[in-house]
Structures are given as structure tokens and as C-alpha cells.
């Protein structure tokens, strides 16, 4: 029994938010037609975008959801570049949200509560740089925040909080097949065994923040 649990583990690992490629995707609207009196935009990465995209998506006021690349030194970084861990972007996802019904605060505390907080230098299976945390600030408000509340679950953790903090430069946008991906490939391997688990373990801990199912 126990190798039979082992192997099962071994295969789970082994099949990273890396591996899926050149699965179906829908367009979604482009991320410069919403409007910016209206909406604000913050920037995260927490390990395979794939999962981070469905988290915030389900969240009331968010509008939109964008997979991208950020945090890097290299211009128009693709999935393959950024795996190679030599490009400095880590998968990242760009919220667009509606500062009305949900603020920056929340965002970051949905982020921290979705993520194991103490991984460095991935999340899950997915380990190397291009999955490692980081919340992007674009101003000194959003870093006061950030910083506060990392002081406040360092108080909580024996190690030290993983994310990086670092200002916001520019989002890269991710390929279309990366868009929507567990909406569009709700059977992958990787969907049902690492991001709908993930996702799972978050609406437990905020059901507050979640949309009507209707409208997820």
C-alpha cells in the first residue's frame, strides 16, 4: 500500500503546471479595454497561474482575470522562456477589480490565504524561480499594506514569510491557451489534482468573497 501511495505521489509531482501544453482556449477580452476610472488593477504570483487565475476570478468585485509573466529582466517572455527559470519573470496574473466592492487589502488577504505562505521558490509541485511569490505594489499605499500584514504573519510562522515584494514594472501577457485554462480544461491532469483542490481550500476559508455560482 505504501508504494502504491508513493508512486501515486511521484506521478502527481512529476506532472508540474509546466507539462500541459496545447490545450483548447477561448478569447477573453482584452485587458486594456476596461475602463481605468472605473477599475483598478493589482498584480500577483503564487505558483502556476493556471490556479491563481481561478482564485481571484471567483472573487466579488473582480472583473476580470489575465495570466501573464512578471518580476523579470528579459522583454516578451513566453511559457517556454520563463520555465527556463533564466528569464527573472515568475507566472504572474494581472486582477482587474472594481475598488467599490472589494479593495487591495482583501486582495492580498486572499492571496495569502490561498497559498502555502512559507514555500520558497514555488507552490506545490511547481517549484523554481518562475513560481516563486511575489506581490507586485504600484504605489506606496499598496506597499504600506503589503507590509503590514507580512509583519503580521511573520508573528504566526516559525519561517520566514516567502513572497517577495517588489514594485510593479510591467505584466506580460501569457498565450491565449493560458487564459481561462481551468475553465477551458476542466479534465487536465493538473486541473484536477493541483488546482481544483487548491481553489477548493479557498472557498472554504472566504466564502464571503465568492460570486453567485451563476456568475463564476
Known sequence: MKTIVYASLIALLSFGCSEAQNQKSESKIKSESFDDQK????????????CV????????????VFSGYSGGHTKNPTYQSSNTGRTGHAEAVEVI?????IDFSTLVDVYFGSQNVTQQNGQGPDIGSQYRSIIFYTNSKEKEIIDEKIKRLSKEYEKPIAAEVKAFDKFWMAEENHQGYKENNPNNRYIQNVSIPR???FKAKFPELLKPKSER
Open 39 to 50: 477599475y483598478e488593477r493589482a498584480y500577483f504570483a503564487s505558483g502556476c497561474f493556471w
Open 53 to 64: 487565475e481561478t482564485i481571484y476570478e471567483s472573487l466579488k468585485g473582480v472583473e476580470e
Open 97 to 101: 477589480y472594481n475598488p467599490d466592492v
Open 199 to 201: 481553489f477548493n481550500r
